[in-house]
């Protein structure tokens, strides 16, 4: 890592308008050599006044050494850039959950999946944030002290309720290895249904009222079964749409009283 | 080749209820062929009938059932159903709720392999 780091300031010193900066002051700020680190992220910002990256480098190293308020107004002027930009959003999430802003981090966080939703780091924070959000479906009970669906075939393992930010709410659906992967699901599934959404809107048929999809494995049946809330269906390819959406309809009548029932 | 398109998107649109149908790059959803009637906006339908297939993938991948093969959006004032083709390009037909499904989709199975 020393070595890298004088491979990176050789290579800044003898260039200083490369664009090395940006790794050398992320890798300083990583090693907790922040005074370096913004040393590195002021000479580059002379160089690149207008680069996006140089002002969330600097956002990073000002949030590493407590100045929130700046990092924030420096990650909110990036946002004014790229409103897509990862580094902005995954740090003004961060300030967010850090001052107790859940829903602030959640919007963030949430936004920066849908630019990535490969992002990993994204889907774990994601699960972080909702697991401690005050009044979150952590307080709710979880899906396996509410069976929701109970007595409907595949309950606890290819039915899943969840709201429209993606939080379960009830059901499972169960992975190929049998690993549980509600959770990943139903980040995905916020995301889908709003495209879902959009698209119905924008090519003018109105409302969504379902999608279903074919799959190498299996099919998938995504609905809206009452305001703020999602339904997804998975089963083995031998289950016919037709059938699977029978199924979907009896589960989101089921989901709709429960619901009900959780406004009481 | 955008000829051999145009004549299997023509018999699509042919089916009862058909507004139109294209293939469109299933990446960034931009229009390789379509047929489409009057009114519809086929940049508009490429581009979100590509996110959307993007979208439901992730949901399908997620779930662990593999990449999509077929899928199908039923609204209130009409339906979408996409299906990709190995070549990476997705043949989409958009339609009324009247639209019949079935037979949509035999003919974009077809449309698939003059596509290939």
Redo the contacts between chains.
Sequence with gaps: MVDDIEVMTAELVANPGSLIFLELGETLRRRGQLESAVRVALTGLEHYPSLLDAHDLYARILSDVGDHQRARQVWTQVLHGNRRHLGALKGLAFLCFWSGDADGALDHLETALAVNPADQSIVQALQTVRAMEPHSMADAPTPSAEPVFAGLDGAERGILLVDDRGRVLGGRLEGAEGADVSEHAAAYLAGAAQEATRTARMLDMGAWHWVVAESEAGNIHASAPAAGSLLLIVRDRGVPAGRLTMLAERAGHTARKWLDGQQL | MSERFRGVLERMTRIGGVRGALVVTADDGLVVADALMEGI?GN??AA??A??MK??N???N???????????????????IIVPAPTGVLVVT?GGPEMNVGLARLEMLRAIEVVE
């Excluded at chain 2, 997620?62 to 979408?80: I, K, N, S, Y």
């Design positions: 906006r508009a339908v979100l009938a996110n959307l979208r439901f992730r949901v399908s997620a779930a662990t059932v593999g990449g999509l093969r077929f899928l199908h959006l039923q609204a209130d004032g009409g339906t979408l958009i």
